[in-house]
């Protein structure tokens, strides 16, 4: 059982939905993004999702695309990513690495695998592989006891949610617009409805992300959902940032409205926002 | 390929068709967002549907003949062939094709699907700006909106296609991130598609993309070798010895090469953009220099560091400077049935000046490459090979980087341009096109007139 897992039964028996983070490693530096996080985790972030930069982030919006751009131009690398991974599990925070598939590939998905669990992360989750492609990566996974996440969105069919809730483990991913990364002023309508399209076809914990930007926001999508998912939001503070230091103030702010906004009375009413 | 529900494909790819999930032997496939999924299911559907609906067919073919100007005529070029060892080159003039390239067949045929799937938007990608300019032709032809992304280094190294575009009634929006060139464009495409799936077609250029992009661009190019493979045998006798097209995503080449491909005796070659030379790094040819892995929703070649990161590309010809290359050329250059190899930016522009000036005939400077590939190719094969070369465009949009390489204008009579570089010869070139490689320009440009001898 991946400590991902754990962390969404602790937070179910809790009677609360777990908070999801993302940053991408290595922005602001290596050094800075681990310490970004840590502070996330401790101020109530049950996973971090740590992003892989890449050169063409095709499901990323202007923040995250700013500053993966940073991260790159700083030098990252893939070995950072999996420093990261390692500084986290390290201390005791489940984390998983989001990548566009061609690093992957060119890593050699079996070599990732196993370095990845190797560095304690808990699996990864892929925004540009579906399971039709996911076959090396599927097998790969299962040898080294990582959770393979894949995404459902508003616009998939019933019939390939099932597929794509079949081949995740861990958690299944609710994309709950249809766009790129970012914040929104309102949550789609329609996450609520595809987040119960998916409940008919898994028993898995199903996580909402693409818009959540605050601890209301959180606090609704609690109130149906296993897992409230937040990135933009996040790299927005850190870019917004004068130094280090205000930027972990910054999202440790935001860590904690958001563990608050999962634990408020509306979480569990269901009071739109 | 591995299969999921651990069921293979029922229909295993052949050398006309990929399988039925749109793998041409390991490459293609589908890499793409799951909230693009179901639209390109639906457009496989519409695809397969209009391909076998004899009316779409006679829509299509009408609009190609009465629209397009189709048949493209072939035409024989003796005194630039004197300069390829005495062999016979043929021209296959998609250059006279409305809109100034090859780029109509594709679109007229995307458009009328979106159409057909009731889309009311279509929006592209461009580089050079000729599949944009196609793309706003059709749309207007259609009553469809119309978006085009482009680079913003593109906007400014292809000011007049812009204006083309703009003229015709569509909304160009210039691409400020990554390298602000041809795949950055592709991106935002994809990311403004997620958002607009509902209503909006993404008509993909190339050969390219997650399936049914890559096979469906290819059987709207196809056109051009059906007629050309037909008119080479009414007017030499006998098939060419080699079909010689220019390679950026590939639709041009795979247009021309597809029915050719039974016909083994016949060589395909295809001609990347060799850039600064493949040595220096400073280049886009992806097959002859890339290796393989995933971008922009397919498996295929591409240029790429260690790490998987996409590389920087870099050609004289904005339409041939792309990372990646489409699936079916990766296949058909690990089969061997097609070769490819990378020609600079030096003898392209040499072959271009080379063509204006023995033939009367000003070519894209993406074609010149092709014509460049001819002129090796017809001293290896010798005088009395006969080959066929894919003139893909025309060169209008190209006069004013070639006025600079060449030196023919002074920094102001040359206009806006890329700014940055002179355009006397001791400066101009790469500068006019991509900032940099004065060294490759003034080489081109002291070559003008006895192009063919300059290797």
């Not at chain 1, 040898?143 to 390939?160: I, M």
């Not at chain 2, 913003?152 to 703009?166: F, K």
């Not at chain 2, 060799?274 to 280049?283: A, E, K, L, Q, S």
Request: glycine letters at 12%; hydrophobic letters at 45%; one cysteine or more.
């Amino acid at each position: 059982m991946s400590a991902v897992t754990v962390a969404f039964e602790k937070a179910a028996a809790d009677g609360r939905a777990a908070v999801i983070g993302y940053l991408p490693a290595g922005f602001p530096t290596v050094d800075g993004a681990i310490e970004a996080a840590l502070a996330m985790a401790h101020a109530g972030v049950d996973i971090m999702e740590i992003g892989l930069p890449y050169s063409d982030p095709l499901m990323d919006g202007p923040v995250i695309q700013e500053a993966v751009h940073r991260a790159l131009t700083g030098g990252v690398r893939v070995s950072d990513v999996l420093r990261t991974v390692e500084a986290l599990a390290g201390a005791g925070v489940p984390a998983l690495v989001m990548t566009y598939w061609n690093p992957v590939d060119r890593y050699g998905v079996q070599a990732f695998a196993a370095d990845l669990a190797c560095a304690g992360g808990s699996g990864l989750i892929t925004p540009d592989l579906t399971p039709e492609e996911a076959g090396p990566w599927l097998a790969a996974a299962s040898e080294h006891d990582l959770d393979a996440v894949f995404l459902a969105a508003v616009s998939s069919t019933q019939q390939r949610i099932a597929r794509v809730a079949a081949a995740c483990s861990g958690f299944v991913y609710a994309a709950s617009l249809m766009g790129v990364t970012g914040v929104r002023d309102a949550v789609s309508r329609e996450a609520e409805g595809l987040v119960g399209r998916i409940r008919t076809a898994t028993t898995l914990p199903v996580a909402v992300g693409l818009g959540v930007r605050d601890g209301a926001q959180a606090a609704w999508v609690g109130s149906f959902a296993n897992g409230v998912i937040v990135g933009s939001a996040f790299v927005r503070r850190l870019l917004d940032a004068r130094d280090q230091q205000a930027g972990v103030a910054a999202v440790t702010d935001l860590a904690a409205e958001l563990a608050a906004g999962v634990r408020s009375p509306a979480a569990r009413d269901g009071a739109s926002p | 390929m591995i299969q999921p529900n651990g069921q293979a494909p029922t229909r295993a790819a052949t050398e006309n068709q990929p399988d039925i999930t749109g793998h041409f032997g390991d490459y293609g496939g589908r890499f793409a967002p799951e909230a693009l999924m179901s639209a390109l299911d639906e457009l496989t559907r519409a695809y397969e549907s209009a391909k076998a609906d004899p009316r779409f067919q006679a829509e299509l073919a009408a609009l190609l003949r009465d629209y397009a100007g189709r048949p493209t005529p072939i035409t024989e070029i003796p005194r630039f062939a004197a300069e390829a060892g005495g062999c016979r080159v043929l021209l296959k003039r998609e250059d006279l094709a409305h809109t100034g390239s090859h780029k109509i067949n594709n679109v007229l045929g995307q458009a009328l699907l979106a159409r057909r799937m009731g889309k009311s938007r279509m929006i592209a990608e461009t580089g050079a700006g000729q599949h944009g300019v196609a793309t706003a032709t059709a749309c207007a032809l259609l009553g469809l909106d119309c978006v085009v992304y482009m680079g913003e280094e593109d906007t400014r190294r292809q000011a007049l296609n812009v204006a083309r575009m703009r003229m015709l009634g569509a909304q160009v929006v210039p691409v400020m991130i990554g390298s602000r060139t041809l795949k950055d464009a592709i991106n935002e495409a994809f990311r403004d598609w997620v958002s607009s799936v509902e209503t909006t077609h993404y008509c993909i250029g190339s050969v390219m993309g997650p399936h049914p992009f890559p096979a469906m661009v290819r059987d709207f190019q196809r056109i051009i070798g059906v007629e050309a493979r037909q008119q080479v045998l009414t007017l030499a006798g006998r098939l060419p010895d080699a079909v010689i097209a220019c390679v950026g995503g590939g639709s041009n080449a795979i247009g021309v090469f597809h029915a050719f491909i039974p016909d083994t005796a016949v060589r395909l070659i295809g001609c990347e953009a060799g850039g600064d030379g493949v040595p220096t790094g400073r280049h886009a040819a992806t097959l002859v220099a890339g290796s393989a892995g995933v971008i922009h929703g397919m498996r295929t070649y591409l240029l790429q560091d260690d790490d998987g990161q996409t590389l920087p590309t870099h050609s004289v010809s904005a339409g041939l400077d792309y990372p990646g290359v489409g699936p079916e050329h990766s296949w058909l250059h690990d089969t061997g049935r097609a070769t490819y190899r990378a020609v600079d930016d030096e003898h392209a522009m040499a072959a271009f000046s080379l063509l204006c000036r023995t033939e009367g005939i000003i070519p894209a400077i993406e074609s010149a490459h092709a014509l460049a590939g001819a002129l090796v190719v017809g001293r290896e094969l010798g005088p009395d090979a006969l080959l066929l070369v894919n003139l893909s465009g025309r060169g209008d949009k190209d006069v004013d980087i070639a006025a600079r390489w060449f030196g023919l204008v002074t920094d102001n009579a040359a206009g806006d341009g890329a700014g940055a570089g002179g355009a006397v010869a001791t400066t101009s070139g790469g500068a006019g096109a991509a900032g940099g490689a004065g060294a490759a320009g003034s080489a081109g440009a002291g070559n003008g007139s006895g192009a063919g001898d300059s290797r």
